[in-house]
């Protein structure tokens, strides 16, 4: 019962670090060549030399652009907490530039225990901002305009960016305009009045590279070695965990979720799952539960679908899937049969259905989409003469014949053999 109340204990340690972005994160804050650091170093030199920035932060979603920045925000604010006043906006939600400088306009005032008006005009929310930042600049306090969703403030004529970026050229003003993209080309929608006035400092978020995986892991997995957790257990636990990570067949799991989806969010998602799999009267983390939790984080429509096929629907997938091998140029249901007929010749296969059999079984499948017609051409023609192509990979059909329980042994052997 000790281990079962310890391992429990254990498993709400690692759940809330693993919810927690400002724990996850620190690990790439102590490189001087990681993002964190430039970030960091761009925005205080804005506090401590009175000077304005723009940046852009530009990467696939999930990578940890946004919990970088938090992050510096926060060590900023514990820093410096009286000269920096944060303004969030979102472009899914503050993409029209009334509507944007209106919510400037009300964050400053509850950042300065302002009274705000909602029926001030855009020229007067535009004022209000402009001499914000010029009373804000003679105290030597910093706005920090954080703009997620970049690229949609760069529809229409992009009047908030400009006035913004324009105001930074005042020597009065001191502010920083950080804009967050998954658009690489973010910079290049800018109008060319806009550009001029942009800094072009930006910096790239990607995935995590395989060697700093380890790192990651390590950092989010390992249990402390100063908490309330039994001493013992917490070596014990930590020494399995370590054989684990070095196994092959672990980094094997690794490999197949990367390749999926390499980000930072995914990869934190699935070790949360692997954590809510822990067996508690164990107390450790197996392989097994990463196994579990890598089913479990990776949908697999296709091969759900393929589950519910029936015997003559494999067939027609399998002979699909030669025709494609040998490089046929017209796929369609002609050609189908007539690879269907030639396998049965070969092997004397007991599954030989007749043509009216086999072309209900290939409509199923493209209602199920596991085959789709190649064009919108030639809706008056028949199904028989339409062309299509497979919209499932041969891993994916070959995994699923797998697991098929009653699969015939020769579409195996076909599958294997290719050709």
Known sequence: MGVENTAEQAKVLLRTRLCNPNFIFTIFSDSPDSNYSKLKYIMS?????????????LGPRGCGKVPILEL????????????????????????????????????????????????????????????????????????????DEFDLFTQGKQRLLYSLLDAMQSITSQAVVIGVSCRLDADQLLEKRVRSRFSHRKLLFLP????????????????????????????????????TLSDDKFKDIITSLCDSDST?????????????????????????????????????????????????????????????????????????MKEYKSVHDS?????????????????????????SLVDNRGHGQSVEFRPVRLLISSYELHQGLKSYRSCPAILHKLIDRGV
Not at 294 to 318: F, G, H, M, N, T
């Open 45 to 57: 030199s804005s506090v401590t030399e009175a000077c304005n920035n723009s940046v852009l932060l």
């Open 347 to 371: 092997f004397q296969t007991s599954d030989y259905y007749a043509r009216n059999v086999c072309l209900r079984a290939f409509e199923h499948l493209l209602q199920r989409q596991l085959i």
């Open 72 to 147: 510096v925000i926060n060590d900023l604010l514990q820093e410096y907490p009286d000269m920096i006043c944060v303004i969030k906006l979102n472009g899914l939600l503050h993409s029209d530039d009334n509507c944007a400088l209106k919510e400037i306009a009300r964050q400053l005032c509850m950042e300065h225990h302002l009274m705000f008006s909602k029926m001030a005009s855009f020229d007067d929310n535009s004022q209000f901002v402009l001499s914000m930042l010029r009373e804000c600049g003679l105290a030597h306090k910093t706005i920090i305009f954080v703009l």
């Open 208 to 243: 995590p590279l395989q060697e700093d995986l380890q790192k990651i892991l390590q950092h989010a997995l390992l249990l402390p070695t100063e908490s309330e957790l039994p001493p013992q257990y917490v070596a014990a636990y930590n020494t399995k965990l370590l054989n």
């Open 264 to 336: 930072l969010n995914h990869l934190l998602r699935f070790l949360f799952a692997a954590v809510c799999h822990m067996d508690t009267k164990s107390g450790f983390l197996s392989l097994d539960n990463f196994k579990t939790a890598l089913s479990s984080i990776q949908r697999q429509p296709k091969l759900e679908a393929l589950k519910d096929c029936s015997i003559l629907e494999l067939y027609i997938l399998v002979c699909l899937r030669r025709l494609e091998v040998k490089e046929q140029e017209t796929t369609n249901f002609n050609s189908v």
